[in-house]
Structures are given as structure tokens and as C-alpha cells.
């Protein structure tokens, strides 16, 4: 069974800093994509940032590019996300999600998520 | 960026009737070396994250109930659930994944009226 445990969610003030892990398990993580995607309350989604198999490939939205760096451990089957210079408007649930088999860039698998607040 | 707009917003349909959810992309997301278009629909219900239930606009995502289908081309996309069950009662995005920096409609709210 794919499973996707997010963690590392909490809060921080404006200016902080925070490291998100998602641990993978019941798949061959080496052999697929990952992504993180956000929801902030009561809102709809936005996707973050996605890192290819090898790492090779990393793409980032404009809103984070440049705060926030993507990166994975394939010995650990693990996804991270470093999360700097935090704004208020980066209070979202953080979802890390698995690219499908039938398509790349479509999410088929969803960790709970980890709820990052901004706040003085 | 694409930017993905649905219609409508929400929506109250009874049950055992049908549900349409519109999706228009702000550019083709069809690509013209494969003819497909690249267009996905998710359903996110309350306190869960959301669960992915259709592909390449049309391709139904295993374990997905015959009764979702998609369709649509180019920039003008459509969901439609036939009949309603209180289980479909949740949010529903759009997903362009054309781009690599891909993006979501802003969801439609699906109740039973």
C-alpha cells in the first residue's frame, strides 16, 4: 500500500524557517517523481514545487522560487522541503504527492498533510 | 501561467441527477505531437486530501466509479457525474499539467440539493 506521512508542520514567525519531510513507503520511490502542493484555509490548491527521480529536474512556483529548495534522499525514501524567509501567505496545509503511472505531473497518491502557520 | 477557470463555483444537484463541472484553460493544454490534452480532475472531500479521478481529460483513474466521466479539447474542458450519490458531495479541481509550473482551477462545490 503507498503511503505518504508528511511531517515537520508547525509554527513560525514571518522570516523563519521550516523543513517539511514526507517519508514514502509501498512503492519504489528511486523510480518516480514527487511533488508538494499547499492549500491554504479554506482555499483551493497550489502546487510548489516538483524534483524529478534524480533530482535533475526541479521546478518551482514564482511564489516560493528563491525561499524555498525541494530535495529527496532515495536511500531514505524520502521527500523534504526547506522552507526560508516565511511570509504569512505561506500558512497552508502542505501535501506531499506522488507523480501517476498514467501521466507525469498528475498527482495519483496524497500524504494527510502538514499544517505550516506564519505568525508573529 | 495557464490560468484555469471553473464554472460554476457551486453547485446543488439532487440526488440520482447529473452534476456538470466546466473547466476553460487560458491556452490549449492540448499537446499536437501526442493529441492529448493534458487535464486532470480531482475530488477533495472534507478533512482529506484530495484524490486524483481522471487523466488526459477523459482517462478515468483505476478504482474511479464509471459513473465520473471528462471530456473536452483544447482550452474548454468538462466533468460530469451521473447519478448523484451523497458520497459526491466534496470539491472538485481542474489540474493544467501542459506547463511543468502546472495549476488548478479554483474548485466547485458540489452539494445535494
Known amino acids: 500500500e503507498v503511503q505518504l506521512v508528511e511531517s515537520g508542520g508547525g509554527l513560525v514567525k514571518p522570516g523563519g524557517s521550516l523543513r517539511l519531510s514526507c517519508a514514502a513507503s509501498?512503492?519504489?520511490?528511486?523510480?518516480?517523481?514527487m511533488n508538494w502542493v499547499r492549500q491554504a484555509p479554506g482555499k483551493g490548491l497550489e502546487w510548489v514545487s516538483s524534483i524529478s527521480t534524480s533530482s535533475i529536474y526541479i521546478y518551482y512556483a514564482d511564489s516560493v522560487k528563491g525561499r524555498f529548495t525541494i530535495s529527496r534522499d532515495n536511500a531514505k525514501n524520502s521527500l523534504y522541503l526547506q522552507m526560508n524567509s516565511l511570509r504569512a501567505e505561506d500558512t497552508a496545509v502542505y501535501y506531499c504527492?506522488?507523480?501517476?503511472?498514467?501521466?507525469?505531473?498528475?498527482?495519483?497518491?496524497w500524504g494527510q498533510g502538514t499544517l505550516v502557520t506564519v505568525s508573529s | 501561467d495557464i490560468v484555469m477557470t471553473q464554472s460554476p463555483d457551486s453547485l446543488a444537484v439532487s440526488l440520482g441527477e447529473r452534476a456538470t463541472i466546466n473547466c476553460k484553460s487560458s491556452q490549449s493544454v492540448l499537446y499536437s505531437s501526442n493529441n492529448k490534452n493534458y487535464l486532470a480532475w480531482y475530488q477533495q472531500k472534507p478533512g482529506q486530501p484530495p484524490k486524483l479521478l481522471i487523466y488526459?481529460?477523459?482517462t478515468r483513474e483505476s478504482g474511479v466509479p464509471d459513473r465520473f466521466s471528462g471530456s473536452g479539447s483544447g482550452t474548454d474542458f468538462t466533468l460530469t457525474i451521473n447519478s448523484l450519490q451523497a458520497e459526491d458531495v466534496a470539491v472538485y479541481y481542474c489540474q493544467q499539467y501542459y506547463d511543468t509550473r502546472n495549476t488548478f482551477g479554483q474548485g466547485t462545490k458540489l452539494e445535494i440539493k
Open positions: 488526459w481529460a477523459s
Open positions: 509501498g512503492f519504489t520511490f528511486n523510480t518516480y517523481s
Open positions: 504527492a506522488r507523480d501517476g503511472v498514467g501521466a507525469h505531473r498528475v498527482f495519483d497518491y
